[in-house]
């Protein structure tokens, strides 16, 4: 199965656990198969995997996320980076001409599209790929899946089949309805749509080229940034007659939420953390290595992590969004494509951090204006290049470099290192990448 | 007046603000005069030498806290350390044998003997003062401070009075009672103990050499590890027939657990803060430097630390010392005589801390045989001595340092420095100081 994950935007509403640069999908928050806690997204492709191993997955984001992308996933999954944010319509199109023209993907093959963060059973898996097989070989040009709505919830657009079948003929679509309106959407056997729908390739091809002058990937690639803002759903899904759906009964949750994301969680805490006895249903999620001690709570949420602390009442922290947007800090962790960092300690001329590099990754060869640099290693080892001169570096090695000149450090095994920044002026901005010549 | 003032031990009750090593009383909480923060100590030796600016002010104490009164009180404050915890009527003894040998107070002089930690109004020390004056001019062997109580509390002691003067004999002394008899005393006319009193040096002296085999302050002081653990109540109070009580009617607080500390607080919050709308009675205080959100709690207090973090219901906070008890950590912040350290990351094999100075101040003279030490100068100038080689250090110089390396740092201005530490087995212990040859 050819499969489209649309990564999206950033998430302040679980802060401080997401923030501008750390989407919702890459929070480490579910116990694995191993004991290990994994993402949003390595659970989805992990479960993509398990139920088809051919799987060709493409993940449709924007270029601030593929360094946690690949951090997380690893460096054969596929990416196709929107160069700005242009909603779904455009996003998908991109998506599509990147499986024909960049993947050689015919066009006769299925594409099912998905977002990459619902939590949902196996079954669900299954289900997409029989989406894809119904795109392929039914009379549709659009198949959708259709959950079984659990309640008459506000926040879902509903589909009204036109039989009660497990796959049927789309009737119309209704917009996110009152409870009220809701109920009786239900009682006609309307489904939630959660936004998973499957098509042949040509088919989107088609009505890229309808709605968007381009020839091919690369140049929808460039006039990118000139698209009109246009959902799939307005585009191309409101137009079409010739929509099947499929019904899917199995668990689905969306986690947009503290108070839904830790309704999924299997255990009350994740990280450092005690609970007194006169606690109920409180759930913790602490990334720093200090412990959260909470007593006589009751419906709480607490998140504590480098950004910051949240402590909320579950119900009141979907109202979060502008109380974050106030928040204008430091990124204090970040995930990258070699690794990570993370901020220890920020004065009016220097800046403390950690930097961890992944085996065999390194650091881009740069350079900083306005700023000297010190590197302790503190474990590990590699090699560092500065000014061109390569040596090798291990525990204990301290590297001294003064504003202007070039420098990367190369990771042989996992390299911790301590980098302190000294400068007026310390700034993420602050950075020239240059070529290495070897 | 001499005014002794005892600083007690660990308070656990405060976590994550106060531990092992530094106790309630220096917690910086409270609005002082210049809208900076200052803690209880720093607020009651203010109040005291507004009150009486030639008060000679005695902390009696243990060597633990004698860095962090000097960085809270500067260096001339009288500390009379305590080798060892042996309860008030050693402390007592002991203080009053340093107020006579040491300080050369005369027998005839009143000593006013206070706990560290009242929350009070500047009436409260004015009664003091009039206490030692009644000391030194009545008949009593013993002045009590009787503290108006404002509800049955069994909390406290309770003194009945002869009679309901604003200074009368003291009729008999009633342990902590319940509720009940509480009232009953208070229906009496009977007053809170808040363990306040004043006494002719003489008097205490002769008491100490009556239980105590000791010739002065510096015998009394190699003894003190053998000394029985005894309350001064125990062995003086309670066998005394000549005590008067002077009534004190002003505001009083003893701010032992997180619920009465939040009501002594003048705001909601003190450090990096947000409450929403929704939150009812909730107290933040943030030592972090990243923001805490507060949504939908109410009777809530949240307190954040490089130790850890607290969510509680204020009522539950009370019973936080077996919780705190579990906690077994990596002191991560301390206040010493020269300044603070932070620590900052800790891994396996090495430990990184942030170092600050106060100027004119140096560390010891000392080297660590089982690690390597680096130390990156972030703000400020000053000079380190490394095996006898002194040279001056400014913003950006890097020492490095091998294991068994003799070092120290002296801070001209205020001094930044990030210290890595690199070692197999990285401890406090891991320290030998030596006499520094100039």
């Given amino acids: 199965m050819n499969i489209v994950l649309l990564s999206g935007g950033s998430g302040k509403r679980l802060w401080p656990l997401s ?66 944010r242009r909603d779904t319509f455009p996003a998908i199109a991109l998506a599509t001409a990147y499986l024909h023209d960049v993947q050689g993907i015919s066009e006769e093959e299925a594409v099912v599209v998905c977002p990459v963060d619902p939590y949902v059973e196996q079954g669900y898996f299954e289900a997409l790929k ?35 079948e ?45 709605l968007i002058d381009f020839t091919d990937y690369e140049d929808l690639f460039e006039k990118y940034d000139t698209l009109e803002k246009i959902s799939f759903d307005y585009a191309v899904v409101e137009k079409e007659d010739d929509i099947q759906v499929l019904r899917f009964s199995g668990q689905w949750k969306d986690l947009g939420t503290w108070n839904t994301l830790t309704e999924a969680m299997e255990e009350a805490s994740v990280g450092e953390c005690m609970l007194s006895d006169t606690c109920e249903n409180v759930h913790v999620i602490n990334e720093l290595d200090v412990p959260v001690l909470c007593m006589g709570l009751k419906d709480v949420v607490v998140s504590a992590s480098p950004e910051g602390i949240l402590v909320s009442d579950k119900e009141q922290s979907s109202y979060i969004k502008p109380f974050v947007d106030q928040i204008d800090q430091q990124i204090m962790f970040a995930e990258k494509s070699w690794g990570s960092f993370r901020v220890l300690d920020i004065e009016d001329e220097s800046m403390t951090i950690k930097v961890t590099l992944n085996p065999g990754h390194s650091m881009n060869y740069h350079s900083h204006e306005r700023r000297d640099e010190v590197w302790t290693i503190i474990s590990g080892s590699g090699r560092t290049i500065v000014d061109g001169m390569e040596q090798p570096v291990t525990a204990g090695d301290v590297i001294t470099m003064q504003a202007g000149c070039r420098h990367t450090i190369i990771a042989d095994t996992e390299l911790k290192v301590i980098e302190v920044q000294l400068g007026k002026e310390i700034s993420v901005h602050d950075k020239q990448k240059f070529e290495l010549e070897q």
């Fill in 166 to 210: 497990r796959v049927s003929k789309v009737s119309t679509f209704k917009e996110k309805p009152d409870a009220e309106t809701a109920e009786a959407y239900i009682r006609q056997g309307a489904l939630w749509n959660g936004g998973v729908f499957a098509y042949k390739l040509k088919y989107v091809l088609k009505k890229a080229h309808e």
């Fill in 130 to 164: 029989e989406l894809g097989e119904l795109a392929e070989h039914t009379w549709a040009n659009l198949v959708l899946m259709g959950i079984e709505p659990t309640y008459p919830s506000e926040k879902y657009g509903y589909i009204i089949p036109a039989d009660q």
């Fill in 19 to 84: 923030n501008d640069i750390r989407s919702k999908q890459f929070i480490k928050i579910f116990k694995g198969e191993d004991g290990s806690y994994e993402s949003m997204v390595q659970r989805v492709y992990r479960q993509i995997c398990q139920v088809d191993s051919d799987a060709r997955v493409t993940i449709a984001t924007s270029r601030s996320q593929v360094s946690a992308i690949h951090n997380q996933l690893g460096e054969h999954v596929g990416i196709c980076v929107e160069p700005c």
